[in-house]
């Protein structure tokens, strides 16, 4: 009888090989394919070479062939077009109760589009959010499945034998919930990292441009840092990052050009934010700081010209501003995460959708880019209230943000005097402040839209729901425009 494989995957790029590779090394049998077939053999006779559990294929129907049922068929094309192109190619040969799981960067929408249009073929899809990059796909990635629940019983043994794994042995990997929230909770975790990654940058720019601290100095606060509440492995490669050194001896990150690229995931999460109504202010300025910094000779240009740099040098005590500084990203950082899960919560509402919150941290705990210490504290906080309105209002954080304040407002203050931005760690703090004050000026802005454009307003002294709207200028009339949220 010829072998079979448990599970199949087409796409052998960097991710796609080392997925393969992992679950051969857990003792599964795995069919490839790709569409530049002669890849299939290079694969085999390089990385592949002495996998004796490793079934090439040269065709569609001889891969399809070569799997168990039900069949399992795992993407890791480029997202967008190219999977649908792979789904019409692959579907036509496979039975009721078969799965197709796509583990590539797609957009969610896509995979609530796939799941329904799938489901109706008799087909099972799984949209899988896969995180940590080519060392995670080899040795352990964070895995976030969602879509047709069904998948699940013959995916999970699989996804949980080669996802990373806890200190404690718990896979990080479990099902997140129906249609796309598995890209769904992919995309916010990237827009997170985007959010991590500008905090950061931030940090270097203050220690660097402001505290006049060297490459050594920078290095050694990183590698402090990351003993504590910090401890990430972003924190942990910038650390890397900052003491590599060039081949002139001198500091690599000297010589990266200023200009940040972006794939998309992180616009995704700002774009849905704003959707859905939910002030994820962090993610959305880390993008727009990518945005600003791809504009490199404008702003050199605009630096001649408006006189761009620190406008006063600093005095005071280099390891009193280091703990300062380690605070404000710290304080900064949960603010990001909080925004994070806001967002989640307002995505299961509107797509009916029921997300573990608990279960996306421990996902988020090894193996994925954001991985770090206090996932643990976001597991432990909806473990103790599954209904909460917000991270901030769990104890640990909350008494976190409330030490931390008068820290990150030294160094935010320092920042804005000397000239130096800080668009993410500002708007963290911005947002802590205006979460927490019971009153804004929004009756101002209310009171505004009603004069010019007759928009009602609520009253302090009447019950919600009941609108007003006043004639100003006595001219006006007293006919009121519709009204609409954004």
Not at 70 to 93: C, N, T, W, Y
Not at 176 to 205: C, F, P
Not at 294 to 320: C, H, I, M, W, Y
Request: net charge neutral.
């Amino acid at each position: 009888m010829d072998k079979k494989a448990d599970i199949g995957l087409i796409g052998l790029a960097v991710m796609g090989q080392n997925l393969v590779l992992n679950m051969c090394d857990h003792g599964y049998t795995v069919a490839v394919f790709n569409r530049t077939v002669s890849k299939v053999d290079e694969f085999m006779n390089d990385a592949g070479k002495g996998f004796t559990n490793l079934l090439p294929s040269h065709s569609i129907e001889q891969f399809v062939g070569l799997l168990k049922s039900p069949r399992k068929v795992m993407l890791m094309v480029k997202a967008g077009e190219v999977v649908d192109q792979f789904i019409d190619l692959v579907a036509p040969h496979l039975e009721k109760g078969d799965i197709i799981i796509d583990g590539g960067n797609s957009h969610f929408p896509d995979s609530n589009r796939r799941t329904k249009a799938l489901a109706d073929k008799g087909i099972l899809f799984v949209g899988s959010g896969v995180s940590g990059g080519e060392e995670g796909a080899r040795n352990g990635p964070s895995i976030m499945p969602g879509g047709n629940a069904q998948a699940w019983p013959s995916v999970k043994p699989i996804f949980q034998a080669i996802a990373a794994k806890t200190d404690k042995g718990e896979p990080c990997c479990d099902w997140v919930g129906g249609t796309g929230s598995g890209h769904y909770v992919k995309m916010v975790h990237n827009g997170i990292e985007y959010g991590d990654m500008q905090l950061i940058s931030e940090a270097y720019h203050l220690m660097k441009n402001y505290a006049g601290l060297s490459y050594e100095e920078m290095t050694a606060a990183l590698k402090e840092w990351n003993k504590g509440e910090l401890n990430s492995y972003l924190i942990e490669i910038a650390a890397s990052v900052m003491a590599y050194k060039d081949t002139d001896g001198g500091p690599l990150l000297e010589k990266i050009l200023d200009t940040a690229g972006q794939k998309g995931t992180g616009k995704w999460t700002a774009v849905d934010a704003l959707d859905m109504g939910i002030p994820v202010t962090l993610i959305g300025e880390a993008v727009f700081a990518r945005c600003l910094s791809a504009l490199k000779d404008e702003r050199v240009r605009a630096s001649a010209v408006l006189g761009g740099g620190n406008r006063q040098k600093f005095t005071g005590d280099k390891a009193a501003f280091l703990k300062d500084l380690g605070e404000a990203l710290l304080a900064s950082k949960l603010v990001s995460y909080a925004q994070g899960y806001m967002l989640m919560r307002e995505a299961a509402k509107e797509y009916g959708w029921e997300l573990n919150y608990g279960g996306i941290a421990l996902m988020w705990r090894g193996g994925c880019i954001i991985r770090s210490v206090f996932l643990d504290k976001i597991k432990a906080a909806y473990d103790k209230n599954p209904k909460l309105d917000n991270l901030l209002m769990d104890d640990w954080f909350k008494n976190v943000m409330l030490r931390a304040q008068d820290s990150w407002r030294r160094v935010i203050g320092a920042g804005v005097m000397a000239g130096v931005p800080l668009p993410a760690m500002s708007t963290a703090l911005s947002f802590f402040d205006g979460y927490r004050t019971a009153q804004l000026p929004a009756n101002m802005l209310q009171g505004l839209r009603d004069y010019f454009g007759a928009h009602t307003y609520e009253r302090t002294d009447k019950p919600r729901g009941q609108v007003f709207h006043t004639n100003w200028t006595g001219t006006g009339g007293n006919v009121s425009s519709s009204t609409y949220n954004a």
